[in-house]
């Protein structure tokens, strides 16, 4: 089975304006409410590819309760924890010719000590052998940086593998309690090592200094440019096709989703990098945070260019 932790998730809304003008009234042409939070987001990239999921995290208040009912309406099975907090909504707006983007993100509920341990209960008695356990997204308040770590420990010493999509002292913690995958982007990787990483020569750098600090596998994603993963031992590369890219929102998301499915079905590296920078590139393609069919990331994975870091270009 896999897992998705969304910590601090929320109601994405979206609104499509003809510019952005400011000190001024502006009409949305469009609006869009989908259900977010990296985790969330995984496991509905994950049921658009026809794959099954289970959603953890905190819930509450009434937008917490929209979740729950949006999340099982996408065919998403929920496991969540309640808090007396109201889950945040997050907000973006995006002009009409798909050229620029704004979003903003609500802080999320203060998270007591209580409320932590009872979803520590419940992870503890889910997590299996086999399972796979992807931590994606910020830290609400109250949460400690170290709370990703804990998750790590607590269900890779049931067995079960898990993936690390966080950034800050989260993720530096979390890479301490030695998961199987991390996936940083650019930014997240650059702090991470103190690394500038604006190319995948930089990328590579980067990666040669996050292993030494526990991780098996590290994916670094670069947006356009696509990723590289690298498990330990060989380096690969890969590019996506061009795309009528409509909103990035949500695609490093999507990335994580295809890296898990390949991961779940034990293909080797390359196909799982490819796998990943396709459902990435679909997502980008759809309006709002929408995930990719199945069709279309099969579409677009035959045109992923494969490269290892020694051989250049296999496919």
Not at 175 to 197: H, I, M, Q, Y
Not at 257 to 264: D, N
Request: proline share 6%.
């Amino acid at each position: 089975m896999i897992y998705t932790l969304s910590l601090n998730p929320a109601l994405d809304r979206e609104l499509t304006v003809p510019a952005f003008t400011f000190d001024k009234v502006v009409r949305a042409s469009t609006v869009r409410v989908d259900c977010g939070g990296k985790g969330f987001n995984v496991s509905r990239a994950l049921a658009a590819l026809g794959v099954e999921s289970i959603a953890l995290g905190f819930v509450g208040g009434a937008t917490g309760e929209r979740l729950t009912v949006g999340l099982a309406e996408l065919g998403i099975h929920t496991d969540f924890a309640q808090v007396a907090g109201e889950t945040r909504t997050n907000i973006s707006i995006v002009t009409e010719d798909h050229a620029h983007y704004l979003k903003v993100n609500d802080p999320g509920p203060t998270i007591t000590t209580a409320e932590q341990t009872a979803l520590l209960q419940k992870i503890r008695a889910l997590a299996q052998p086999g399972d796979w356990w992807v931590l994606a997204g910020s830290l609400p308040p109250g949460v400690p940086t170290t709370f990703y770590a804990e998750v790590i420990r607590l269900v890779q010493s049931a067995g079960a593998q898990a993936v690390l999509d966080t950034s800050g002292e989260p993720l530096r913690a979390g890479c301490a309690a030695r998961p199987f995958l991390v996936k940083p982007n650019a930014a997240e990787a650059s702090e991470l090592t103190g690394t500038r990483v604006t190319s995948p020569e930089e990328a590579r750098e980067a990666i040669g200094k996050i292993h030494p600090l526990g991780v098996q596998n590290v994916v670094i994603s670069l947006g356009r440019a696509g990723a590289l993963y690298s498990d330990g031992k060989n380096i690969w590369q890969a590019k996506p096709p061009a795309v009528d890219e409509r909103n990035p929102i949500g695609a490093g998301d999507a990335l994580v989703a295809g890296l898990v499915w390949g991961l779940s079905h034990d293909y080797s590296g390359p196909e799982v990098l490819r796998w990943g920078v396709a459902c990435g590139a679909a997502a980008a393609t759809l309006e709002g945070t929408a995930m990719g069919p199945r069709s279309l990331v099969e579409s677009l994975a035959q045109k992923v260019r494969l490269f290892s870091a020694s051989e250049g270009i296999f496919n």
